[in-house]
Each structure stands twice: as structure tokens, then as C-alpha cells.
């Protein structure tokens, strides 16, 4: 069924940007799932006064996919259920999404390479201290579990610990990724080299 007041909506740009040229996008109340992800992928780059995240500082949307009905065709061909679109694994850093730079990936493969890091900590990533001794415990996070991966003399060899058993990880992720996209699963090893700290910082003990 054609929603008239989608029609009428469409005349107007989404974000300042987004031409929104393929109807109906609103079904029994409800907004299609490609229209969901294009109007996100716009509101990161170019909506004002929303939730604000750092890594979307600077990006911006290739001219391409600022209409919707190309976006469409990647997210018709590339979609599967549960999928996340990912802008800076195939290249790291990137701040442009577009479809050569853009891939779908698993909800849990983001959530594996998303890593937040916590300000305050003055240890690196996957260490804290030890409660009760003067020693350091890694620890990773698997299948939305924490595993505890030892105690460890310096925040440094923690760190170790954690990142070579990320690493682990992520190998076994190879087959999967090869099959989304070629170069995905190379993105994911540099994302993950691209966290591992500095030797010679200094950390507090």
C-alpha cells in the first residue's frame, strides 16, 4: 500500500543531504529496515543535536548514497539479517561511507572489534588491577562473557595477554569474513593491531 504522507515527506531532503526517491518506506506504520539504516548512516554524518560519539567526528557520506535508491541497491545486495554496516574495517580510519569503502558484518563481529576504553583506567587495554596482590589480571570479553586470562607482574605483559588471545579470536573468524568480503578479515587484524598499546608508555603500578 503507497503511504501518501511518506509521499509528501519525500519532497523534503533528509539531514539537508539525503533524497529520498523510492516510496513506500513507511509499511502498516512501520519504516523499512533499508530506509532505517540509510536515515542513520545520514544522522551520524549530518544530524544536528543528537547523541554525539567521537568516531563519527568528520564523516560524511559519499554523494553517491546521498540518494537513496543507489544506498538501496548495496543494502539489497549485501544485506542479511542481524547485519551493521561497518565503514572503517576494509579501511582503517576511513570517515567516508560509501560502497567501496562500506561492508554489512555481524552484530557480534562489531561488537568484537568495538573496544571502549575507559579514561580514568591509567592501564591499557584489557587490564586492571588485581585486588588482592600487587599483580595485574587481563581479561576479555567472549560470547557477552568475561574471561579471566591470568595475573600478570606489569600492566604491559596483561595487555599482551589480552590482545594475543583477541588475536586468537580473530583468526578463527577468518572463513566467515572471506565470505562477506575479501579483504574484511585483513581489517579486522589491523583494527586489532591498531589497539595494541605502546611498550614504552608508561603505566602506573
Known amino acids: 500500500m503507497y503511504d501518501n504522507n511518506a509521499s509528501r515527506k519525500s519532497n523534503r531532503s533528509v539531514f539537508g543531504v539525503g533524497n529520498l526517491d523510492v516510496h513506500p518506506v513507511i509499511i502498516n506504520g512501520v519504516r523499512t529496515r533499508a530506509y532505517r539504516v540509510?536515515?542513520?548512516?545520514?544522522?551520524?554524518?549530518?544530524?544536528?543535536?543528537?547523541?554525539?560519539?567521537?568516531?563519527?567526528?568528520g564523516c560524511t557520506v559519499d554523494l553517491h548514497w546521498h540518494t537513496f535508491s543507489n544506498f538501496k541497491y548495496f543494502y539489497d545486495k549485501f544485506y542479511f539479517d542481524g547485519?551493521?554496516?561497518?565503514?572503517?574495517?576494509?579501511?582503517?580510519?576511513?570517515?567516508?561511507?560509501?560502497?567501496?569503502?562500506?561492508?554489512?558484518?555481524?552484530?557480534?563481529?562489531?561488537?568484537?572489534?568495538?573496544v571502549r576504553t575507559d579514561k580514568a583506567s591509567p592501564y591499557?587495554?584489557?587490564?586492571?588491577?588485581?585486588?588482592?596482590?600487587?599483580?595485574?589480571?587481563?581479561?576479555?570479553?567472549?560470547?557477552?562473557?568475561?574471561?579471566?586470562?591470568?595475573?600478570?607482574?606489569?600492566?604491559y605483559d596483561a595487555h599482551l595477554a589480552w590482545y594475543d588471545a583477541k588475536?586468537?579470536?580473530?583468526?578463527?573468524?577468518?572463513?566467515?569474513?572471506?565470505?562477506?568480503?575479501?579483504?574484511?578479515?585483513?581489517?579486522?587484524?589491523?583494527?586489532l593491531e591498531s589497539l595494541k598499546a605502546d611498550p614504552n608508555c608508561c603505566y602506573s603500578i
Request: proline fraction near 5%; include cysteine.
Open 124 to 155: 591499557p587495554i584489557g587490564v586492571s588491577a588485581a585486588s588482592k596482590s600487587n599483580k595485574f589480571q587481563a581479561a576479555i570479553k567472549c560470547n557477552g562473557e568475561n574471561k579471566h586470562l591470568g595475573l600478570f607482574s606489569s600492566p
Open 83 to 114: 547485519a551493521e554496516l561497518d565503514k572503517d574495517l576494509l579501511f582503517l580510519g576511513n570517515k567516508v561511507y560509501s560502497k567501496e569503502r562500506c561492508v554489512f558484518i555481524p552484530q557480534w563481529l562489531n561488537t568484537f572489534i568495538t
Open 38 to 57: 540509510w536515515f542513520s548512516m545520514l544522522k551520524r554524518c549530518y544530524g544536528k543535536g543528537t547523541s554525539y560519539r567521537p568516531d563519527y567526528e
Open 167 to 191: 588475536l586468537k579470536i580473530a583468526y578463527g573468524y577468518k572463513e566467515i569474513c572471506d565470505f562477506l568480503h575479501p579483504d574484511l578479515h585483513s581489517g579486522v587484524i589491523k583494527k
